[in-house]
Protein backbone atom coordinates (compact mmCIF):
# COMPACT_ATOMS: atom_id res chain seq x y z
CA UNK A 1 0.00 0.00 0.00
CA UNK A 2 1.52 3.55 -1.08
CA UNK A 3 2.29 5.93 1.29
CA UNK A 4 -0.11 8.51 -0.55
CA UNK A 5 -3.37 6.10 0.53
CA UNK A 6 -3.26 7.10 4.25
CA UNK A 7 -2.18 11.24 3.90
CA UNK A 8 -2.11 13.87 4.89
CA UNK A 9 0.03 12.51 7.38
CA UNK A 10 0.16 16.12 9.42
CA UNK A 11 -1.94 19.24 8.67
CA UNK A 12 -0.48 21.44 5.56
CA UNK A 13 1.12 24.45 6.57
CA UNK A 14 -1.22 26.84 5.63
CA UNK A 15 -4.08 24.87 7.27
CA UNK A 16 -2.07 24.68 10.55
CA UNK A 17 -1.48 28.10 11.70
CA UNK A 18 -3.64 27.45 15.10
CA UNK A 19 -2.27 23.85 15.77
CA UNK A 20 1.10 25.72 15.67
CA UNK A 21 0.22 27.94 18.48
CA UNK A 22 -1.23 26.15 20.43
CA UNK A 23 1.95 23.47 20.50
CA UNK A 24 3.51 26.70 21.15
CA UNK A 25 0.99 27.62 23.97
CA UNK A 26 1.92 23.91 25.22
CA UNK A 27 5.90 24.42 25.42
CA UNK A 28 5.14 27.18 27.25
CA UNK A 29 3.12 25.64 29.94
CA UNK A 30 5.05 22.58 30.19
CA UNK A 31 8.27 24.60 31.07
CA UNK A 32 6.30 26.06 33.71
CA UNK A 33 6.07 23.21 35.71
CA UNK A 34 10.34 23.00 36.11
CA UNK A 35 10.63 24.22 39.43
CA UNK A 36 8.70 20.99 40.84
CA UNK A 37 11.53 19.04 39.51
CA UNK A 38 12.70 18.66 42.82
CA UNK A 39 9.32 16.90 44.05
CA UNK A 40 9.56 14.80 40.68
CA UNK A 41 10.45 11.66 42.87
CA UNK A 42 7.57 11.82 44.76
CA UNK A 43 4.65 12.98 42.36
CA UNK A 44 5.99 11.05 39.54
CA UNK A 45 4.46 7.74 41.01
CA UNK A 46 1.63 10.08 41.45
CA UNK A 47 1.25 10.99 37.75
CA UNK A 48 2.05 7.28 36.55
CA UNK A 49 -1.02 5.61 39.00
CA UNK A 50 -2.91 8.62 37.78
CA UNK A 51 -2.35 7.70 33.72
CA UNK A 52 -2.49 3.94 34.15
CA UNK A 53 -6.38 4.48 35.73
CA UNK A 54 -7.14 7.12 33.10
CA UNK A 55 -5.63 4.90 30.28
CA UNK A 56 -7.79 1.92 31.57
CA UNK A 57 -10.94 3.40 31.72
CA UNK A 58 -10.55 4.73 27.88
CA UNK A 59 -10.92 0.87 27.06
CA UNK A 60 -13.85 0.70 30.29
CA UNK A 61 -11.57 -1.05 32.53
CA UNK A 62 -12.08 0.43 35.37
CA UNK A 63 -9.51 -0.31 38.57
CA UNK A 64 -9.85 2.35 41.49
CA UNK A 65 -6.86 3.91 43.00
CA UNK A 66 -6.82 2.04 46.49
CA UNK A 67 -6.80 -1.24 44.16
CA UNK A 68 -3.90 0.16 42.32
CA UNK A 69 -1.83 0.93 45.30
CA UNK A 70 -2.59 -2.24 46.89
CA UNK A 71 -1.11 -3.98 43.47
CA UNK A 72 2.13 -2.02 43.72
CA UNK A 73 2.00 -2.98 47.47
CA UNK A 74 1.96 -7.13 46.13
CA UNK A 75 -2.30 -7.26 47.75
CA UNK A 76 -3.83 -8.63 45.05
CA UNK A 77 -7.79 -9.23 45.39
CA UNK A 78 -9.17 -12.67 45.49
CA UNK A 79 -12.13 -11.81 43.29
CA UNK A 80 -10.46 -13.02 39.98
CA UNK A 81 -11.55 -10.04 37.54
CA UNK A 82 -10.67 -7.94 39.98
CA UNK A 83 -7.00 -9.27 40.15
CA UNK A 84 -6.96 -9.34 36.16
CA UNK A 85 -7.41 -5.87 36.40
CA UNK A 86 -4.94 -4.96 38.87
CA UNK A 87 -2.50 -7.34 36.82
CA UNK A 88 -2.71 -4.94 33.86
CA UNK A 89 -2.50 -2.09 35.31
CA UNK A 90 0.45 -3.20 36.74
CA UNK A 91 1.53 -4.20 33.13
CA UNK A 92 0.99 -0.23 32.42
CA UNK A 93 2.89 1.60 34.97
CA UNK A 94 6.06 -1.10 34.46
CA UNK A 95 5.64 -0.52 30.77
CA UNK A 96 5.67 3.53 31.32
CA UNK A 97 8.53 3.37 34.46
CA UNK A 98 10.60 1.38 31.69
CA UNK A 99 9.71 4.53 29.53
CA UNK A 100 10.61 6.93 32.36
CA UNK A 101 13.91 5.15 32.76
CA UNK A 102 14.93 5.36 29.03
CA UNK A 103 14.64 1.69 29.23
CA UNK A 104 12.62 1.96 25.70
CA UNK A 105 13.50 1.80 22.03
CA UNK A 106 13.87 5.19 20.98
CA UNK A 107 12.76 7.55 19.20
CA UNK A 108 9.33 6.96 20.97
CA UNK A 109 7.73 7.55 17.32
CA UNK A 110 9.09 4.03 15.79
CA UNK A 111 8.16 0.45 14.64
CA UNK A 112 10.21 -0.79 17.01
CA UNK A 113 9.27 0.94 19.61
CA UNK A 114 5.62 0.08 19.15
CA UNK A 115 6.71 -3.37 19.14
CA UNK A 116 8.26 -2.98 21.90
CA UNK A 117 5.53 -1.70 23.94
CA UNK A 118 3.00 -3.96 22.95
CA UNK A 119 5.47 -6.68 24.26
CA UNK A 120 6.35 -4.97 27.46
CA UNK A 121 2.51 -4.90 28.06
CA UNK A 122 1.14 -7.74 27.17
CA UNK A 123 3.31 -10.45 28.17
CA UNK A 124 2.91 -9.54 31.54
CA UNK A 125 -1.01 -9.91 31.20
CA UNK A 126 -2.86 -12.97 32.64
CA UNK A 127 -3.60 -15.69 30.01
CA UNK A 128 -7.23 -14.88 30.84
CA UNK A 129 -6.57 -10.86 29.29
CA UNK A 130 -4.82 -12.69 26.51
CA UNK A 131 -7.78 -14.20 24.87
CA UNK A 132 -9.84 -12.41 22.25
CA UNK A 133 -13.04 -12.49 20.51
CA UNK A 134 -12.71 -11.28 16.74
CA UNK A 135 -15.33 -8.69 16.27
CA UNK A 136 -16.60 -9.58 12.88
CA UNK A 137 -15.83 -13.90 12.81
CA UNK A 138 -16.44 -14.26 16.86
CA UNK A 139 -13.29 -16.61 16.82
CA UNK A 140 -11.53 -16.26 19.95
CA UNK A 141 -7.36 -16.09 19.86
CA UNK A 142 -4.80 -15.32 21.43
CA UNK A 143 -2.97 -11.71 21.56
CA UNK A 144 0.82 -12.74 20.77
CA UNK A 145 3.23 -10.09 22.52
CA UNK A 146 4.35 -7.39 20.30
CA UNK A 147 3.17 -9.30 17.50
CA UNK A 148 1.23 -7.25 14.45
CA UNK A 149 -1.76 -9.20 13.37
CA UNK A 150 -1.84 -11.18 10.57
CA UNK A 151 -5.72 -11.02 9.60
CA UNK A 152 -8.09 -7.93 8.49
CA UNK A 153 -9.83 -6.05 10.67
CA UNK A 154 -12.70 -3.69 10.52
CA UNK A 155 -12.99 -0.96 14.19
CA UNK A 156 -16.60 0.86 13.37
CA UNK A 157 -16.90 1.65 9.86
CA UNK A 158 -12.56 1.30 9.26
CA UNK A 159 -11.41 -1.26 7.26
CA UNK A 160 -8.02 -1.29 8.20
CA UNK A 161 -5.18 -1.27 6.17
CA UNK A 162 -4.58 -5.07 4.69
CA UNK A 163 -1.89 -7.11 6.99
CA UNK A 164 1.42 -7.01 4.96
CA UNK A 165 0.97 -3.19 4.40
CA UNK A 166 1.71 -3.11 8.23
CA UNK A 167 5.17 -2.53 8.64
CA UNK A 168 6.20 -0.59 5.85
CA UNK A 169 3.35 1.57 6.48
CA UNK A 170 4.43 2.63 9.45
CA UNK A 171 8.09 2.72 8.90
CA UNK A 172 6.69 5.31 5.97
CA UNK A 173 4.78 6.91 8.47
CA UNK A 174 7.04 7.56 11.34
CA UNK A 175 10.53 8.72 8.65
CA UNK A 176 7.97 11.61 8.55
CA UNK A 177 6.85 11.98 11.74
CA UNK A 178 11.05 12.38 13.07
CA UNK A 179 11.90 15.04 10.47
CA UNK A 180 9.74 17.62 12.71
CA UNK A 181 11.12 19.68 15.26
CA UNK A 182 9.38 22.78 17.22
CA UNK A 183 6.06 23.24 17.50
CA UNK A 184 5.61 21.34 14.41
CA UNK A 185 7.09 17.92 16.58
CA UNK A 186 3.88 18.03 18.48
CA UNK A 187 1.54 18.38 15.85
CA UNK A 188 3.46 15.51 14.57
CA UNK A 189 2.82 13.34 17.79
CA UNK A 190 -0.71 14.90 17.99
CA UNK A 191 -1.77 13.69 14.61
CA UNK A 192 0.38 10.25 15.01
CA UNK A 193 -2.72 9.25 17.80
CA UNK A 194 -5.12 9.08 14.90
CA UNK A 195 -2.84 7.60 12.09
CA UNK A 196 -0.95 5.19 14.11
CA UNK A 197 -4.34 3.92 15.42
CA UNK A 198 -5.54 4.17 11.72
CA UNK A 199 -3.02 1.01 10.51
CA UNK A 200 -4.32 -0.37 13.66
CA UNK A 201 -1.40 -2.86 13.70
CA UNK A 202 -1.96 -5.23 16.69
CA UNK A 203 -5.29 -7.23 17.03
CA UNK A 204 -5.63 -5.78 20.87
CA UNK A 205 -4.18 -3.06 22.72
CA UNK A 206 -3.84 -0.36 19.73
CA UNK A 207 -5.33 2.50 22.45
CA UNK A 208 -2.67 1.82 25.30
CA UNK A 209 0.15 1.43 22.79
CA UNK A 210 -0.39 3.94 20.71
CA UNK A 211 -0.75 6.73 24.54
CA UNK A 212 2.36 5.07 25.82
CA UNK A 213 4.15 6.00 22.03
CA UNK A 214 2.52 9.60 22.65
CA UNK A 215 4.14 9.72 26.41
CA UNK A 216 7.44 8.43 24.94
CA UNK A 217 7.24 11.08 22.06
CA UNK A 218 6.65 14.00 24.82
CA UNK A 219 9.38 12.20 26.72
CA UNK A 220 11.98 12.80 23.52
CA UNK A 221 10.90 16.33 23.14
CA UNK A 222 11.57 17.20 27.19
CA UNK A 223 8.35 17.56 27.66
CA UNK A 224 8.26 17.11 31.22
CA UNK A 225 5.82 14.30 30.87
CA UNK A 226 6.63 12.93 34.52
CA UNK A 227 4.39 16.07 35.91
CA UNK A 228 1.67 15.73 33.53
CA UNK A 229 -0.85 13.46 31.09
CA UNK A 230 -3.16 13.63 27.95
CA UNK A 231 -5.08 10.23 29.21
CA UNK A 232 -6.92 12.14 32.18
CA UNK A 233 -8.27 14.49 29.57
CA UNK A 234 -8.44 11.89 26.78
CA UNK A 235 -10.78 9.90 29.39
CA UNK A 236 -12.83 12.54 30.58
CA UNK A 237 -13.82 13.58 26.96
CA UNK A 238 -13.93 9.78 25.65
CA UNK A 239 -17.34 10.04 23.34
CA UNK A 240 -15.49 13.57 22.21
CA UNK A 241 -12.16 11.51 21.65
CA UNK A 242 -13.66 8.01 19.84
CA UNK A 243 -15.85 10.72 17.78
CA UNK A 244 -12.75 12.64 16.63
CA UNK A 245 -10.85 9.36 15.60
CA UNK A 246 -13.69 8.08 13.44
CA UNK A 247 -14.18 11.33 12.26
CA UNK A 248 -10.32 11.61 10.97
CA UNK A 249 -11.12 8.14 9.45
CA UNK A 250 -13.01 9.03 6.47
CA UNK A 251 -11.73 9.80 3.10
CA UNK A 252 -11.61 13.22 1.87
CA UNK A 253 -14.76 15.19 2.28
CA UNK A 254 -14.07 17.48 -1.23
CA UNK A 255 -11.95 17.96 -4.01
CA UNK A 256 -11.00 21.13 -3.21
CA UNK A 257 -11.90 21.81 0.16
CA UNK A 258 -10.13 18.51 2.58
CA UNK A 259 -7.08 18.59 1.19
CA UNK A 260 -4.79 17.00 -1.47
CA UNK A 261 -4.65 13.72 0.36
CA UNK A 262 -6.92 10.40 0.94
CA UNK A 263 -7.76 10.84 4.00
CA UNK A 264 -10.06 14.17 5.59
CA UNK A 265 -7.37 16.67 6.21
CA UNK A 266 -10.16 18.88 7.85
CA UNK A 267 -10.88 15.86 10.47
CA UNK A 268 -7.44 15.05 11.36
CA UNK A 269 -7.01 19.33 11.97
CA UNK A 270 -10.31 18.83 14.21
CA UNK A 271 -8.56 15.99 16.18
CA UNK A 272 -5.21 17.66 16.15
CA UNK A 273 -6.73 20.62 17.58
CA UNK A 274 -8.68 18.39 20.05
CA UNK A 275 -5.51 16.59 20.91
CA UNK A 276 -3.47 19.77 21.95
CA UNK A 277 -6.07 21.99 23.73
CA UNK A 278 -6.07 18.46 26.04
CA UNK A 279 -3.01 18.62 26.50
CA UNK A 280 -2.63 22.16 27.86
CA UNK A 281 -5.84 21.66 29.34
CA UNK A 282 -3.82 18.87 31.54
CA UNK A 283 -0.85 20.54 32.00
CA UNK A 284 -2.72 23.94 33.15
CA UNK A 285 -4.79 21.46 35.54
CA UNK A 286 -1.36 19.67 37.06
CA UNK A 287 0.39 23.04 37.25
CA UNK A 288 -2.58 24.47 39.30
CA UNK A 289 -2.59 20.79 41.40
CA UNK A 290 1.32 21.21 42.24
CA UNK A 291 1.48 24.78 43.30
CA UNK A 292 3.40 24.77 46.39
CA UNK A 293 1.48 27.48 48.27
CA UNK A 294 -1.63 26.00 47.32
CA UNK A 295 -0.45 22.44 47.97
CA UNK A 296 0.34 23.75 51.52
CA UNK A 297 -2.45 25.15 52.61
CA UNK A 298 -4.65 21.81 51.25
CA UNK A 299 -2.34 19.65 53.65
CA UNK A 300 -2.29 21.75 56.50
CA UNK A 301 -5.90 21.89 56.33
CA UNK A 302 -5.94 17.60 56.19
CA UNK A 303 -3.30 18.10 59.48
CA UNK A 304 -5.86 20.30 61.17
CA UNK A 305 -8.76 17.81 60.13
CA UNK A 306 -6.78 14.55 61.59
CA UNK A 307 -5.65 16.20 64.48
CA UNK A 308 -9.12 16.87 65.51
CA UNK A 309 -9.64 13.10 64.69
CA UNK A 310 -6.40 12.12 66.68
CA UNK A 311 -4.68 10.76 63.66
CA UNK A 312 -2.32 12.81 64.06
CA UNK A 313 -0.23 15.30 66.36
CA UNK A 314 -0.60 18.98 66.15
CA UNK A 315 3.39 19.11 65.07
CA UNK A 316 2.44 16.97 61.73
CA UNK A 317 2.32 19.65 59.36
CA UNK A 318 5.86 21.54 59.55
CA UNK A 319 7.15 18.16 58.63
CA UNK A 320 5.17 17.57 55.75
CA UNK A 321 6.05 21.12 54.38
CA UNK A 322 9.58 20.65 55.12
CA UNK A 323 9.77 17.53 53.08
CA UNK A 324 8.03 19.63 50.57
CA UNK A 325 10.47 22.65 50.64
CA UNK A 326 13.41 19.90 50.79
CA UNK A 327 12.46 16.95 49.22
CA UNK A 328 13.98 15.32 52.17
CA UNK A 329 15.07 15.33 55.87
CA UNK A 330 16.76 13.62 58.52
CA UNK A 331 15.32 12.20 61.20
CA UNK A 332 17.72 13.88 63.21
CA UNK A 333 16.58 17.65 62.28
CA UNK A 334 13.03 16.80 64.16
CA UNK A 335 13.61 18.46 66.61
CA UNK A 336 14.69 21.62 65.05
CA UNK A 337 12.02 21.33 62.54
CA UNK A 338 9.55 21.53 65.25
CA UNK A 339 11.47 24.06 67.17
CA UNK A 340 10.78 24.43 71.05
CA UNK A 341 9.39 20.90 71.55
CA UNK A 342 10.81 18.08 73.24
CA UNK A 343 12.52 15.15 71.35
CA UNK A 344 10.22 12.58 72.53
CA UNK A 345 7.01 15.07 71.07
CA UNK A 346 9.15 14.45 67.83
CA UNK A 347 9.55 11.15 67.64
CA UNK A 348 6.04 11.14 68.25
CA UNK A 349 4.99 13.44 65.76
CA UNK A 350 7.34 11.68 63.20
CA UNK A 351 5.88 8.45 63.96
CA UNK A 352 2.42 8.94 63.38
CA UNK A 353 3.03 10.68 59.85
CA UNK A 354 4.70 7.05 59.35
CA UNK A 355 2.30 5.16 60.29
CA UNK A 356 -0.22 6.97 58.30
CA UNK A 357 2.03 6.32 55.09
CA UNK A 358 2.09 10.60 54.76
CA UNK A 359 6.16 9.99 55.26
CA UNK A 360 8.34 7.18 53.91
CA UNK A 361 11.98 6.26 53.93
CA UNK A 362 14.16 3.39 52.49
CA UNK A 363 15.53 2.42 56.21
CA UNK A 364 14.31 2.64 59.67
CA UNK A 365 16.69 5.23 60.58
CA UNK A 366 17.22 6.73 57.07
CA UNK A 367 16.13 10.39 55.74
CA UNK A 368 12.16 10.50 55.12
CA UNK A 369 10.39 12.07 52.21
CA UNK A 370 7.01 12.94 51.01
CA UNK A 371 4.96 10.10 50.60
CA UNK A 372 1.39 10.52 49.13
CA UNK A 373 -0.51 7.51 49.36
CA UNK A 374 -4.52 6.81 48.12
CA UNK A 375 -6.42 7.98 51.18
CA UNK A 376 -5.07 11.47 50.91
CA UNK A 377 -5.66 12.28 47.19
CA UNK A 378 -9.39 13.71 47.66
CA UNK A 379 -7.78 16.37 50.30
CA UNK A 380 -4.63 16.84 48.54
CA UNK A 381 -5.06 16.92 44.83
CA UNK A 382 -9.24 17.24 44.71
CA UNK A 383 -10.22 16.23 41.22
CA UNK A 384 -7.56 14.58 39.93
CA UNK A 385 -9.65 11.63 40.23
CA UNK A 386 -13.48 11.05 40.00
CA UNK A 387 -15.02 11.57 43.66
CA UNK A 388 -16.85 8.00 43.01
CA UNK A 389 -13.24 6.65 42.40
CA UNK A 390 -11.80 7.61 45.92
CA UNK A 391 -15.48 6.34 47.61
CA UNK A 392 -14.70 2.78 47.75
CA UNK A 393 -11.53 3.08 49.41
CA UNK A 394 -11.21 1.28 52.83
CA UNK A 395 -9.78 3.32 55.54
CA UNK A 396 -6.38 3.14 56.32
Not at 77 to 98: P, T, Y
Amino acid sequence: MQISSFTPLIPSSEKAHLLKEKAFDLTKKTSALLPHQHLLKTFKPLVQLMNCYYSNLIEGHHTLPFELENALNHQLSHDAAKRDLQQEALAHIRVQNLIDHDAAPAPGMSVDFLQWCHHQFYQQLPDSMRMVEHAQTGESFEILPGKFRERGVKVGNHIAPDATAIKPMLASMFSIYNRYSGTDALIAIAAANHRVAWVHPFMDGNGRTVRLMAHAAFKDLGMNIGLWSPSRGLARSVNQYKQLLSRADQVRQGASTDGRGALSEQGLIDFCDYYLDTCIDQVEFMQGLFDVGNLLKRIERYCHDEHECSNLTRDAFPLLREAIYRGQFERGEVSQIIYGKSAVTGRRALKALLDRGLLESDTPRGAVRLAIPTHVLGAWFPNLYPKTALLHEANP
